[in-house]
């Protein structure tokens, strides 16, 4: 059993997930925007970009996209965003992505 609740700390918002086995999993809701670069196509990327957010549970805002970039911004929790921007990186197949620039939002 999974259990979720959300808690309040002088670090911001968190979300703790117990396993049911005394284990318990902290992730802190992190927003993050991202400057994708490279060759783009930017109707598959971002189809690509949005499918992964909502499997990973994030909210996305998607930003400029053209031939050599795209923008947009996920909020959720740390982990899941730094696996967005894992799976981004690969993009998708038509997509090459050389370069991507992070930054808090």
Known sequence: MIIFYAERSNFGREMRQSAGDGRA???IIQGARFTFRGQM?????TEFALHRARRLDLEIDLGACDSSSATLSVKGQEDL?????????LGPYD?????????TA
């Open 25 to 27: 999993m902290s992730g």
């Open 41 to 45: 196509v930017c109707e598959s990327f």
């Open 81 to 89: 965003v730094d696996a967005f921007e894992m799976a981004c990186s």
């Open 95 to 103: 997509c090459i992505i050389l370069d991507i620039e992070r930054a």
